[in-house]
């Protein structure tokens, strides 16, 4: 019988700082020959063995199945913690979970990628995802924000992202000397692009007050509701759907999402929590 | 087919089974029944009080629960299951044996379990089974329906582990005889009677229905009625603790670093921080809230989910409540 609680041993053998607070962990497993198998959008639980466990979404791509990437933010119990550990580090992965971007649906169709501070780390997988299969999606047009230009993660990967031909639009709360581009919300960059209404998705991942007021531009530039993606980010323990901390309305962000369709969700009255 | 025992051939045989397997039956606390292991003292046992102080939940889910082990069970008999808790068993069951993640600690106390379950003769102030269309006598989710009828048990089997059992009585006893038509009239009479008394106590209760109906209607237009029933609690999720649908957990990593140890614990939508995330954000912040969270999830979210309501009408969180919050006059409060 499969185990419910009982991870894998990985191994951390890359730590790269991202931004301050945020760091990024590559992990591969312990064990020879084993791989990691999940479907971007999933999320898997991370164990800090003898400390506790936390839910994070790879932010690498599926079809790299021997090492994962996962991106961590400075901002609790257990992440904290992560923030200490050195390379070589040994961690516990069960997983993955969940359901994740539906991207079959994507296919044919234009996608706008709108992200918030570390908000980027399931939406990098998913747009790796989508890169290694370009020709099947409409475009690609990521919209990013951060609070300063120091606070974007990822910095060095976004060229290539654009020579891969995603249209790229970033911003920042706040700007400093060098920053040449959006200065506000990254709702703004909304403004910027023409969309085909009846074409088009969007995903959308961040903090929960980014994720309402993006949600809300979107529908505002003519995104229909079923056609908007969230992320959703809950407590969680098990990963299983028993537990009970992620309910959301009816459902369990760990196994009914953590990708859910904004029309299904919109009249809960917790969804911007 | 019922079988009618002498009471003191029941017991010896009870007597018996200690030897071999953990066998569990209601014995009177002060003002209430519980489960406790029998220990040379089955002529204690109170058979048809209503529902013990706690549920059958506890024999499944453990309060605490090594879940990094390999499964293991030692197979336990439990006399005396109300019809209460064994229907909150449809719960248990969708939630731990799904077909996604069956989870094989839950599975492997399910399959070496036996439960004999048994009629309601006395009822508590409490009890509401009825309002939500489980009467107060076993009708599934047990191995056996056993009742005491004046100095006799009477017994029969409800599944194949049931009928399994009777065979091993009718080894084990020389005395034993089919049960008569008069007892069996006698255990008709008393459903009848204890139905009859039920239905009277509960007729101002709302079913499911109207229940579902007036917790949807009442978000965010009956805050007032929420914070006022929540003014008394105090978030120690005794309600939660009590009642036999309610299972809601907590992975936790014990403090070894060479080897991933998980404890499984009961925890509670009750107690502050239950849904907080890292950052900070929690849906279930307000007091207000996290009291309304228990109704909601009982009566509208676990049944959208499961097709099962998640009460059971068996009254422990009103029992138990030290704020005295009747679960039921809340109910009524937010009538349309
Ligand atoms: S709620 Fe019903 S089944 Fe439960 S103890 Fe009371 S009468 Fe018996
Ligand atoms: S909510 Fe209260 S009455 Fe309903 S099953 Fe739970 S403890 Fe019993
Ligand atoms: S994390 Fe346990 S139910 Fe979702």
């Known amino acids: 019988m499969k185990d419910l609680y009982k991870p894998i041993e990985v191994k951390v053998e890359q730590i790269k700082n991202e931004s301050p607070g945020i760091k990024s962990y590559i992990l591969k497993p312990q064990k020879p020959n084993t791989e990691f198998s999940f479907e971007t959008g999933q999320f898997i639980e991370l164990t800090l063995p003898g400390f506790g466990e936390a839910p994070f979404t790879p932010s690498s791509s599926p079809f790299n199945k021997k090492k994962m990437e996962v991106t961590v933010m400075d901002a609790g119990y257990v992440t904290s913690r992560l923030h200490k550990l050195k390379k070589g580090a040994k961690l516990g992965v069960r997983g993955p979970y969940g359901v994740g971007y539906p991207l079959k649906e994507f296919e044919g169709k234009d996608i706008i990628i709108l992200g918030g501070g570390v908000g980027l780390a399931p939406l990098r997988s998913l747009l790796l995802s989508l890169i290694a299969e370009k020709k099947k999606y409409g475009k690609i047009m990521l919209c990013y924000g951060a609070k300063t230009p120091k606070d974007i993660i990822y910095k060095s990967q976004f060229q290539a992202w654009k020579r891969s031909g995603v249209k790229i639009l970033r911003s920042v709360d706040k700007k400093d000397g060098s920053w040449k581009e959006t200065t506000g919300v990254v709702t703004v960059l909304l403004d910027k692009i023409k969309i085909n209404k009846k074409n088009t998705i969007a995903v959308v991942c961040g903090p929960p007050i980014m994720m309402k007021f993006g949600t809300l531009k979107c529908l505002k530039i003519g995104v229909p509701d079923r056609s908007i993606y969230l992320s959703m980010e809950r407590n969680m323990s098990c990963g299983l759907g028993k537990c009970g901390h992620c309910a959301f309305g009816p459902y369990f962000v760990c196994k009914d999402g953590p990708v859910f369709q904004y029309s299904k969700v919109k009249n809960f009255p917790d969804v911007w929590e | 087919m019922s079988l009618s025992i002498d009471i003191k051939d029941w017991n010896s045989l009870l007597n018996k089974l200690t030897k071999k397997h953990l066998v569990y039956a209601p014995f009177?606390?002060?003002?209430?029944?519980?489960?406790?292991?029998?220990?040379?003292?089955?002529?204690?046992?109170?058979?048809?009080?209503?529902?013990?102080?706690?549920?059958?939940?506890?024999?499944?889910?453990?309060?605490?629960?090594?879940?990094?082990?390999?499964?293991?069970?030692?197979?336990?008999?439990?006399?005396?299951?109300?019809?209460?808790d064994l229907a909150a068993l449809d719960l248990y069951d969708s939630v731990f044996l799904d077909e996604d993640y069956p989870d094989p600690f839950y599975r492997a106390r399910r399959e070496n379990m036996l439960i004999i379950g048994t009629d309601c003769y006395k009822l508590d102030k409490t009890c509401h089974c009825m309002t939500y269309n489980i009467n107060p006598y076993p009708e599934k989710n047990c191995d056996l329906i056993a009742n005491r009828i004046s100095n006799r048990i009477i017994i029969s089997g409800t599944s194949i582990k049931g009928e399994e059992f009777l065979e091993y009585i009718k080894k084990e006893l020389n005395n034993i005889k089919e049960a008569s038509g008069s007892e069996n009239q006698k255990m008709k009479r008393q459903r009848d009677s204890i139905s009859k008394k039920l239905k009277k106590m509960i007729r101002n209760i709302p079913d499911e229905t109207k229940t579902a109906e007036w917790i949807k209607y009442s978000i965010d237009r009956k805050d007032n009625i929420w914070k006022k029933y929540a003014s008394t609690c105090v978030s120690c999720g005794a309600c939660v603790t009590g009642c036999p649908t309610c299972h809601c957990f907590l992975l936790i990593d014990l403090p070894n670093t060479k080897k991933i140890e998980k404890i499984r614990t009961q925890d509670a939508c009750q107690y502050p921080g239950f849904e907080e995330v890292a950052a900070g954000v929690d849906p279930l912040e307000k007091h207000f809230i996290r009291f309304r969270n228990r109704y909601v999830c009982k009566y509208i979210n676990r049944p959208q989910k499961y097709n099962h309501l998640a009460c059971t009408g068996c009254g422990r969180c009103t029992d138990t409540c030290i704020g005295k919050i009747d679960k039921n006059e809340v109910i009524k409060a937010l009538k349309k």
């Not at chain 2, 406790?36 to 549920?55: F, G, H, M, Q, R």
């Not at chain 2, 008999?77 to 019809?83: D, N, T």
């Open chain 2, 28 to 84: 009177a606390e002060q003002k209430f029944t519980d489960f406790k292991l029998i220990d040379n003292n089955p002529e204690e046992i109170v058979y048809n009080n209503a529902k013990t102080l706690t549920s059958l939940k506890h024999f499944l889910f453990l309060l605490k629960e090594k879940v990094t082990d390999t499964p293991s069970a030692g197979k336990i008999i439990v006399i005396g299951a109300k019809s209460c």
